[in-house]
């Protein structure tokens, strides 16, 4: 049996470019994962590929993206996948959090091991990119600037260790309806986000200075975007934004104690807010590599590294 956390991610600054020709947008993001986890089991059995979660609004067929992704890792590697899968949903769909992706991409990686079909980090690469834009970057987690769709990752290993406040609103927004609503005409990256990417120490007070072009395309929901915002702003944060196409929207403390304060304050509110805090890329993997090595599963941190 392998156990895995799936980590959730926010976006530090998103910027969208423009249309491109395949139909897709351009984009230039950052991605940190985070700690606030969906988790998940993987055990061998003799009725192909089962899933089973404790969330009864996800569906537990191909429609689901680790059901996808073992079916793709099977055909992929001629291999006559047989898992059972139970996952223990906690990060929320439809807010922009990439919980999806991640479940994905550690599917991937847990299969590839349970079944020992020896993919290569180059195979596993396509074949997250195949599922969605963000599952590569969960390949290996921690800082990364993403370009193109957002598939195309590069990792920035100075580490974040940031204290982090998420908002979890009970409504979502439609990734596609977001992108729908976007006014925009084709032009150059901005240097601001950029400029952050390589200068990751001074990013206290950098990220006051990025900006989610979606946040403009929300719709109807963009005043509770805002208002979300000003309540992190006023508890304390030193930044807030959205996260990817939204809904929920995070704020940059100090202090862990400040984080947990915040987040209290906003319980009490009525309004559900999570207190985690940012996960580099290197405590990401070596914490993969404990769990897969308690699977009796042992390699390098290098090796493992797409």
């Known amino acids: 049996m392998i156990t895995l956390r799936a980590c959730a991610k926010v976006n530090l600054g998103l910027e969208v470019l423009g249309r491109r020709d395949d139909g897709y947008h351009e984009l230039r993001t950052i991605l940190q994962t985070i700690d606030f986890h969906d988790e998940l089991t993987f055990k061998e059995e003799d009725l192909g590929i089962r ?154 007070v950098g990220l006051r200075e990025l900006v989610n072009d979606l946040e403009s395309a929300t719709g109807d929901r963009f005043d509770s975007i805002q208002e979300f915002k000003r309540l992190l702003l006023d508890l304390g944060a030193t930044s807030s934004m959205m996260s990817g196409s939204g809904s929920s929207v995070f704020g940059i403390f100090h202090d862990e104690a400040s984080a947990e304060d915040a987040a209290r304050s906003l319980g009490l509110r009525g309004i559900r807010a999570v207190a985690t805090r940012t996960v580099g890329g290197r405590a990401y993997r070596a914490e993969r590599l404990k769990q897969l090595a308690s699977f009796g599963y042992e390699r390098s941190e290098e090796a493992s590294e797409p």
């Open 51 to 204: 899933l089973t979660t404790n969330d009864p609004s996800l569906g537990t067929g191909r429609e689901n993206l680790v059901v996808r992704a073992a079916s793709l890792l099977a055909e992929a590697s001629g291999y006559r996948g047989r898992a059972f899968i139970h996952l223990e949903k906690r990060v929320p769909k439809g807010l922009g959090l990439g919980g999806g992706s991640s479940d994905a991409a550690a599917t991937l990686v847990a299969l590839d091991r349970l079944w020992k079909t020896r993919a290569s980090a180059p195979d596993l690469h396509r074949l997250a990119a195949s599922i969605g834009m963000d599952v590569p970057f969960f390949l290996h987690g921690g800082t990364a600037l993403a370009v193109s769709r957002g598939d195309e990752v590069y990792p920035l290993e100075e580490p974040l260790d940031l204290p982090i406040v998420l908002i979890l609103p009970d409504f979502s927004i439609s990734t596609a309806e977001a992108y729908g609503n976007l006014r925009l005409t084709n032009r150059e990256a901005g240097l601001k986000l950029l400029h952050f990417a390589w200068n990751l120490p001074e990013v206290r």
